[in-house]
Nanobody, 120 residues
Framework: QVQLVESGGGLVQAGGSLRLSCVAS????????MDWYRQAPGKQRELVAA???????NYADSVKGRFTISRDNAKNTVYLQMNSLKPEDTAVYYC??????????????WGQGTQVTVSS
């Protein structure tokens, strides 16, 4: 019902930067929480950053000071600015959104994932 489309992944050298984008579409009434997760091979999916509708944010300890999450509610879009990238940041990054669709039902949707590879 709600589709998330991610973009911005790619190959970058250690110390470089990338900005991920995720656009939500569908019969959306509101989006409460928008998150970025990542999953490296052989590891569990982990929460990287989260942003609530009011703008409050939370970050994994491993990315604090390097990553910044933001959102544009008018565009139903969440961003993840990633600076000072490290090889250990290499993973598939997934967008997640939670909220309400019309007429008034809760939704939880995941994006398809975008690969981020950081070379040393």
């Amino acid at each position: 019902q709600v589709q998330l489309v991610e973009s911005g992944g790619g190959l970058v050298q250690a110390g470089g930067s990338l900005r991920l984008s995720c656009v939500a579409s569908g019969s959306i009434f509101s989006i409460d929480d928008m998150d970025w997760y990542r999953q490296a091979p052989g590891k569990q999916r982990e929460l990287v950053a989260a942003i609530a509708s009011g703008g409050s944010t939370n970050y994994a300890d491993s990315v604090k000071g390097r990553f910044t999450i933001s959102r544009d509610n008018a565009k139903n879009t969440v961003y993840l600015q990633m600076n000072s990238l490290k090889p250990e940041d290499t993973a598939v990054y997934y967008c997640n959104a939670e909220g309400y669709i019309l007429p008034r039902s809760r939704f939880v949707s995941w994006g398809q994932g975008t690969q981020v590879t950081v070379s040393s």
